[in-house]
């Protein structure tokens, strides 16, 4: 199977008016994210659009706009104007000390009640030298602010709003603060004298936001409790990052447990808002364990959590008593081999609270499992299709099968027994949305076959908001109906650098895997102005790593704009989405194991054969780039095939996986102790000596996820080995440059291979 689209023609039929002698080069400025005229040259969109229950609306600078589900037309619902009027008045729900400052837009507004005229929103008070966070309720029938509360901490971060009960859980510091009205906030972690600063952290991400973590507050679906992550870190080694911003340079550690040596401990605890008083989950001695997927049932009686040991290879759903803490029983048990991910906390059916939706890889690709508390069985071991073995205590019937992917639960559709899913099944390269039928698993889609959709969801579940992108659609933003009917279109957007610039062609298609038997997904972008009779230089960019994937059906097949670039600058860019990588299934991702940088070096190789086989590629010009993993891989194609990659730029790589984080390092590698031999094989340092080519190393001076001390070593091995690679630092930059300092990056890569590969 192999699918081929010409960009040029698109181009044509875009601007038939223009020919592309007409049109513009670009410069990075307009096509890489900080570059002054980035923004004004990607599709137009509707930022703000959200639902209000079943009304959508959209938050605009001056407006809240209501907008007809059935013609798309607005009308304003809210004004700034009125809103910055109340804030003025004199009735406010109580006099702060300074006054709040007026608003300046209301893109930031939510409606979090579909059932109320109420607005959320933040504002500041204070003056020169006092800056203060506030959070405020606007009723907009009422046209009065009806509550407003301070948030007193400094620095702020990670707001979680609970609209069952009004509150805002936030942290500061290392700290967990609950807000609700008035002045003071309410301390939900004890502060010590003396503390050490990170030693223990509450409410936070915990497990370096694995397995699908990315907030530490949880709260219950009536707002009586708050649970919460508590993370004690004092036993992890301090990781010395340097900032050299201050005029003598300081030590500002990072906690950074690496492969094999001592992690974090983490903890769940249960805050009663009535009593203040804080339970913590009886999970047991929290060493070498990972607590993940945190949910509640809907009576709040109970707290659901996915336990996983050291070696990520078990997998336990635990169900915990909210009130005292006590483990009650385990419902549901998968191991494998290699590794169990999970990624997604369990979801109770609005309709019937004995039914929740618990999602697993154990069929091979992630699917929906539908759990009946009402029925406990007595559990069973059983061989599972992907490897592996798994236990039910409980009824569970397979919702959704086959050889694609769940990526999502957008939510439900109560009336009609519906969930509504993102899922890969029309293509691995694309997004679609379903409505899945909770009695019989049939599926309805939403939407067009084609491209990215972007959902949300209302709260009847009868309407998506589908913000919807391909190759051939810039961009589409439609209401649509869940019943799989037409809806009404948005937004319908032309891309102004497809417009006014000349781009080059771009083809998608597929190759054989090393394997010899697994079809991979490659992206081809020819020179601009290609001339078939020319010898051009290429560059392959990649990544290769688990969880990513560079290749989609939207704009530019997923091209970014250095891309683009580089064929302006006449070079073939290709890109390979290599075994190890997204969404094409567990095996697919899981052939990595133990031995990282193998089988996906193996199919970049793939890649650059393929491009040798072209008659208008030089092949004696072949150079890589690549980032984070794609720095790792970088870095090993130019030392284990020096015969093919000539130039390379690897971008805060990964050299030796002893010095990577825990969770991800052992999770795709085991520890250092149970593999040694590939840790050992995956050391770049142990191929310094290999380099012939040109290399470039770029790194962020105080990366956090990739620690500088990987390039460092790297370094040190290639003096001893008499090679000489490149060597740019970014200080003060974490692991990605952004703004000003992206731009930065690009010209320099840019002239990296200009300088060496031409």
Known sequence: MKRVFHFILFC?????????????????????PGGDNYFNLVPKSMPGLQWWGDVCVRTDVEAIQQIDLKNGKEKPLVTLEEINAALSGNNLPYKPEYSIKPLRTLSGASLPWGDRKVILLYGKAGNEQVSENYMFFYDFGKKQ?????????????????????GYLAYTAGDHLYIAHQG????????????????????????????????????????????????????????????????????????????????????????????????????????????????SWSPDEKNIYVIELNRNQNHAQLVRYNAETGAKETVLYEEAHPKYVEPQQPLIFLPWDSSKFLYQSQRDGFNHLYLFDTASEITPVEKEAKAGGTYKESLKVTPLTQ??????????????????????TEISPLQTNIFTVNVNDGKRTLIGKEDGMHYAQLSASGTYVIDNFNSFSVPREISLLPTNGKKGTVLLTATDPLIENYNLPEITLGTLK???????????????????PNKKYPAIIYVYGGPHAQLIHNN??????????????????????????????GLNFENCTFRHLGEEEMKDQVEGAKFLQSLPYVDADKIGVHGWSFGGFMTTNLMLTYPEIFKVGVAGGPVIDWHLYEVMYGERYMDSPQDNPEGYKKSNLREKAGNLKGRLQVIIGGTDPTCVPQHTYTFLRACIEAGTHPDLFIYPEDGHNMMGRDRVHLHEHITRYFEDYLK
């Open 12 to 32: 044509c039929m875009m601007a038939l008016s223009a020919t592309a002698q007409e049109k513009k080069a670009f410069t990075l400025e307009d096509v890489i």
């Open 145 to 165: 602010i009806t509550n407003l509360f301070r948030i007193p901490e400094q620095g702020a971060t990670n707001y979680d709003f609970c609209k069952a009960n």
């Open 183 to 294: 002045e003071n906030s309410q301390a939900v972690s004890p502060k010590k004298d003396n503390e050490k600063l990170h030693d223990i952290v509450y409410g936070q991400a915990v497990h370096r936001n694995e397995f699908g973590i990315y907030k530490g507050t949880f709260w219950s679906p009536k707002g009586t409790y708050l649970a919460f992550y508590r993370m004690d870190q004092s036993m992890v080694t301090d990781y010395p990052q340097v900032n050299t911003s201050t005029r003598i340079a300081t030590l500002e550690p990072d906690k950074y447990p690496m492969a094999g040596m001592t992690s974090h401990q983490v903890t769940v605890g249960v805050y009663n808002i009535a009593s203040g008083k804080t339970v913590y989950l009886q999970a047991g001695d929290p060493t070498d364990r990972y607590f993940t997927n945190i």
């Open 402 to 423: 086959g050889d694609w992917l769940v990526q999502q639960v957008l939510g439900f559709n109560p009336a009609k027994k519906q969930v509504i899913i993102g899922s």
């Open 513 to 531: 895997s090393a394997d010899g038997k697994t079809d991979l997904y490659y992206r081809l972008i020819k020179p601009v102005n290609f001339d």
């Open 555 to 584: 704009r530019f097949y997923d091209a970014r704009g250095w891309d683009l670039y580089m064929a302006q600058k006449g070079y073939v860019m290709l890109t390979v989405d290599s075994r190890g990588s997204d969404n094409r």
